[in-house]
C-alpha cells in the first residue's frame, strides 16, 4: 500500500463522516426558505478548507450566495491548479419517492456500489465530489505531497445558472489566475470503465405562457368555438420536432459542428450495451434524431425538451373548464459553437410566429449558458489521464457528456485557462431525482486519484518549460 492509500485507509471513517455532516445541511439554492441553510454549508466549507491546509480562505460577498475562496500557495514559480465545485444542491421534491429523507445521510449497499453509497440529495451533485477535493489537499498538505499552488473556488448558486459566479470571475482575474480548472462535477462509464469527460453541452432555458380567453371558461357552453390554451400549446409544442425528430426552428442547426466519421467512429468504440440501457430504465425502445446513436444523442446533438407542463384543473375529479392559460418550461441543450443568446432569440421568434391568431403568447427566457470541449493533447488531459490509469490500472476513456455547467466557458473566456472534468459519479447515481446517492468506492477513488493529478501536471509543467 503506498502513502495515499494508507492515509485513506487510516482516515476512511472521518471522511465519510465529514461528508455526511456536509450533507445534513440542506443547500437549496432554488428555494428561497432554505437560505441560512445555504450560509451555513458556505461556512461549512470554508471551515473544512482551513482545516485542510489552506493557508487563506475568505467568504466573498457577491449579489447572490457567496463564494468560498481558499489557496495555498508554495512557490510562485510553481503552476497553480484552481478547483471550482460547488456546493448547494437541487431541490429534493419528489420527496415522497424517497426511501430515507434526502438530508439524513444514509449508507446503503447496490447492486451497482457493493461496497455501499451514500444517499443524501447533493451526495454525488456535488458535494461529495467537491469534498473529495478538499480531502486530497489534506492529504497533500499534512504528508507534503502538494507539489504545486493550489485555489479553490466553491460557489453556491450552481443549480440555479451560477449568475453571481459569472459577476464575481471577471472582477477578480488576478486571484482567480491559475494554469488549469480542476473540476469534479461530472461521471464516468463505470467503475471498471474510468473514463474523463471532454465535453458539456450548453443550455437555453425557457418558459412559455400561452393565454386564451381573459377568463377560465365553461367547456361545455364555449367549448369548440374559443381556443383551448392547453390544446394549442400542446399542439405547438408537438410541432416542434418533425417525424424523424430533428428540431424544426428554423436555423437551430446553423452552427452545429458535426463530427466526422472518423471521431464518430472513435466514439463508437466505448463500452455501451443498449440492452442495459434499456432495462436500467424500464423502456422497451430508446428514442431520439434520425441517423444518430443513443451515445451521439446524449451528447454531441442538441435537442428540445419539456421539462413541465402546466395549466387548467389538475385537483381531484373532474372539473369542466377551458383555463385561460397554459404553461411550460422547455431546455434546449447545445452543442460546442452554437449561441445560447442567438438560440433563445431563435425559439422565442418561432414560437410567437407559429401560435395561431386565437391566443397570445409570451416567451421568458432563464439561464442558459455556452458548451465546451476540453482538448485532450495537453498536459493536463494527460496529467489526468495518467492519474486515473495510476489508481484504477486502466486507462480513461475520453467522453463527451450531455450536461451542461455553463460556467466552464466562462471560466475560459475570463481566465484563459482550460478545465479538466475528473469526475467519479456514475449515470446511475439519480442526480436532481429521488434517492440520489455516490458510491464510497467511488468517494475514496477520487481522494486516491486527485493527487496524482497534482503531482503529473506539476512534472508536465517543468518538462514542458
Ligand atoms: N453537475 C451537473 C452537470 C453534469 C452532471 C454534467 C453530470 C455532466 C454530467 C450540474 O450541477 C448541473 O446539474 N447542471 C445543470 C445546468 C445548470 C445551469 C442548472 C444541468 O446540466 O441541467
Ligand atoms: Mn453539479
Ligand atoms: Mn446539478
Known sequence: MNTIQSYIKDHKNRFLDELIELLKIPSVSAD???????????NF???????????HVEICETPGYPIIYGEKIIDKNLPTVLVYGHYDVQPADPIDLWTSPPFEPVIKKTAIHPEGAIFARGACDDKGQMYMHVKALEFMTSSGNLPCNVKFMIEGEEEVGSESLAWFVPRNKEKLANDV???SDTGMIANDIPSITTGLRGLSYVEVEVTGPNRDLHSGLYGGAVANPINILTKMIASLHDENNHITIPGFYDTVVDLSEEERAEMAKAPFSIENY????????THGEKGYTTNERNSIRPTLDVNGIWGGYTGKGAKTVIASKAYAKISMRLVPNQDWKSITQLFKNHFEQIAPASVSVKVTPHHGGQGYVTPIDNIAYQAASIAYETTFGKKPIPQRSGGSIPIVALF????????????????SDAIHSPNEHFGIWNYLKGIETIPYFYQHFTQLSKKNN
Open 32 to 42: 428561497p426558505t432554505y437560505k441560512k441553510e445555504v450560509i451555513s454549508t458556505a
Open 45 to 55: 466549507v470554508l471551515e473544512s478548507l482551513k482545516k485542510a491546509g489552506c493557508d
Open 181 to 183: 480548472i480542476l473540476i
Open 278 to 285: 434499456k432495462k436500467a430504465l424500464q423502456i422497451d425502445a
Open 412 to 427: 475560459e473566456k475570463e481566465l484563459k485557462s482550460k478545465t479538466i472534468l475528473m469526475g467519479f459519479g456514475l449515470d
